[in-house]
C-alpha cells in the first residue's frame, strides 16, 4: 500500500482514445485537482473516486466547434443540451452574430441576431461586459468566444445594411480590437445575412488583419451555399492568405438538388491551400436539413420545408410548408410572407454530399443548434453520438478513433487550445465515457429534445458534470 500514489478520481479499465485518430487501448486514468496527471499502464492508485469503465470508450472531452450558446449560457449554465452528448467546450459567437458589441442600439432584430434568442433586457456594449456576465454565470462547460462581424458593423456603423465610411471602418476594427483583448479567438461572418451580405471582401480582409495581430482566426458562413459555393470558398481562401489568418468554413455544404456533387470541387480547392501552406479548416453537423430563417427563396431551393416557429401564426409550428399553403390556399412566397418571422428546416442537401464532407480530415463537427428556438432542429440535442453511433459504428464512414479526432484533437488544433484534445499528462482533465456499442442520438425532427443514449459519464476541469443513470 505504501507505493501507491493519491488523486481524485480513476477512471479504471476502459479504452482509452487519446484523440490522435488511433485505435483505443485498455488502460486507467488518474485526474487530480482538474489536471490528467496520468494515463495508460499507470499503477497502483488511490482515490476519493473510481469510475469502472470496462468495455466503454474514454475520450478527450468533445469539442463543438459551432454554437449559438451565447445567451444560453447565461440562463443555464449546466448546459444539458450540449453536456449530455459529451461536449465540454463549444464555441460561441458564430455566423457573424455574438451578444456583443452592440452599443446602444436594439433596432436590429433579424438574422443573424436572432439566433441568440432572447436578451432578458441585458445589453452588451463591449465585449468585455458579456465576459464578465458570462464569468458570474458560472457555466459547467468551457467556452472560446468568436465576436460576430455583424455586431461589429452594428455597434460602428449608422447604417449596417450599408458599406462602412472610414471613420466607421475605423470603428468597427477598434470594437474587434477590443473584443479580442476580451478574449476572443478570432471573429465570425455571416456573408448571407442583411448585415454582413453588403461587406466587400476587402473589408473582410482588413479586420482579418486586425484579428491577425492576435493570433485570431477567420470562422465564415460563407456568401453562398448554393450556386455560388464554389466561388464562395475561393473567397474564403483567399481572406484568409491577404489577411493572415486561418480561415474556418463554417456547416460546408452544398445546397439544392442543382449543386448536389459540388462538394468535389470544393474540398479540392481546401485541400490545394492547404497543401500551399493555409491553414484552413470547416466544420459540419450529421444531418441533410439546415435550419435557419423563414425565406422564400431558401424555400423554393429546398426538398422539403418544416416550419418550426412562426411568431405571428404559431398554431402552423411544426408544418410543412406545402401543406400550410394547401391551407391558405396561396403560393409560396405569399405563405413565407404571412408567417414572417419565422424559422424553418430545410430538406436540402445530399447524404453523399454529406458523406464525403463530414469524412475529410480537415473537417469537424458543429451542432448549429439553437437553444433559444422552441422547436430546434434535433442536432442540438443529437450531434455528437450520431458522428460516434451513425456515421461511424453503423455506417463505418470512418473509424471511432478518427471520429473522435474530429471531435476533440482536431479542433483543439484549430483554436489553438494546448490542454485540450487529447489524453496525456498536463492535460486538462475534460473526458467523455461512453459505450461504442450503443451510443446514438434520439432527437428526431418531430421529437428534437430526446437526450441520447449511450453517454455514461462526462467530466469537465476534473468534476463530474453529468451521468446517465
Request: proline share 6%.
Amino acid at each position: 500500500m505504501g507505493n501507491e500514489k493519491a488523486c481524485d478520481i480513476i477512471i479504471k479499465d476502459g479504452r482509452i482514445f487519446d484523440g490522435s485518430g488511433s485505435p483505443g487501448l485498455i488502460g486507467d486514468i488518474a485526474v487530480t485537482d482538474g489536471q490528467l496527471i496520468a494515463a495508460g499502464d499507470i499503477g497502483a492508485w488511490t482515490a476519493r473516486e473510481t469510475i469502472d469503465a470496462t468495455g466503454l470508450a474514454v475520450a478527450p472531452g468533445f469539442i463543438d466547434t459551432h454554437t449559438h450558446d451565447d445567451m444560453a449560457l447565461l440562463r443555464q449554465p449546466a448546459h444539458p443540451t450540449k453536456v449530455t452528448q459529451g461536449v465540454t467546450t463549444v464555441v460561441i459567437g458564430n455566423c457573424g452574430a455574438s451578444p456583443a458589441p452592440l452599443g446602444p442600439r436594439d433596432d436590429l432584430v433579424e438574422p443573424p441576431f436572432t439566433f441568440l434568442g432572447r436578451s432578458d433586457g441585458r445589453k452588451f456594449e463591449t465585449y468585455a461586459d458579456y465576459v464578465d456576465a458570462l464569468t458570474k454565470a458560472g457555466p459547467e462547460v468551457h467556452v472560446i468566444k468568436l465576436v460576430g462581424h455583424s455586431n461589429l458593423r452594428a455597434a460602428a456603423m449608422i447604417e449596417p445594411h450599408g458599406q462602412p465610411n472610414d471613420i466607421e471602418m475605423a470603428a468597427m476594427k477598434a470594437h474587434l480590437d477590443e473584443a479580442m483583448a476580451s478574449g476572443c479567438v478570432g471573429f465570425s461572418v455571416g456573408l448571407a445575412y442583411p448585415t454582413g451580405n453588403p461587406a466587400p471582401t476587402a473589408e473582410l480582409v482588413e479586420l482579418a488583419q486586425v484579428a491577425a495581430v492576435h493570433g485570431g482566426l477567420y470562422a465564415t458562413h460563407m456568401r453562398d451555399e448554393a450556386d455560388g459555393v464554389v466561388a464562395s470558398v475561393e473567397e474564403s481562401i483567399e481572406i484568409g492568405k491577404r489577411g493572415g489568418v486561418p480561415v474556418l468554413i463554417s456547416h460546408h455544404k452544398c445546397c439544392g438538388s442543382e449543386n448536389w456533387g459540388r462538394s468535389v470541387d470544393t474540398l479540392a480547392r481546401i485541400d490545394a491551400a492547404a497543401d500551399a501552406g493555409q491553414r484552413i479548416y470547416m466544420d459540419a453537423y450529421p444531418y441533410t436539413a439546415s435550419s435557419t430563417g423563414l425565406t422564400a427563396p431558401m424555400a423554393a431551393r429546398a426538398e422539403r420545408v418544416l416550419v418550426t416557429e412562426s411568431v405571428p401564426h404559431a398554431d402552423q409550428a411544426n408544418r410543412d410548408l406545402t401543406d400550410i399553403m394547401a391551407d391558405w390556399q396561396c403560393d409560396m412566397e405569399t405563405a413565407v410572407d404571412r408567417l414572417s418571422p419565422a424559422k424553418a428546416v430545410y430538406f436540402q442537401m445530399s447524404e453523399e454530399d454529406l458523406d464525403r464532407i463530414l469524412a475529410h480530415p480537415r473537417c469537424m463537427v458543429g451542432s448549429d443548434g439553437m437553444p433559444s428556438d422552441d422547436h430546434p432542429h434535433p442536432r442540438l440535442w443529437g450531434t455528437f453520438p450520431r458522428v460516434l453511433g451513425h456515421y461511424a459504428r453503423d455506417r463505418k464512414l470512418f473509424e471511432l478513433g478518427q471520429a473522435i479526432r474530429k471531435i476533440t484533437a482536431l479542433p483543439a488544433e484549430c483554436f489553438g487550445l494546448a490542454d485540450r484534445g487529447h489524453i496525456a499528462a498536463g492535460m486538462a482533465a475534460d473526458l467523455v465515457i461512453f459505450d461504442p456499442d450503443t451510443v446514438t442520438d434520439r432527437a428526431t425532427y418531430e421529437m428534437p429534445e430526446r437526450v441520447s443514449e449511450g453517454i455514461a459519464t462526462v467530466i469537465v476541469g476534473g468534476e463530474v458534470r453529468y451521468e446517465r443513470r
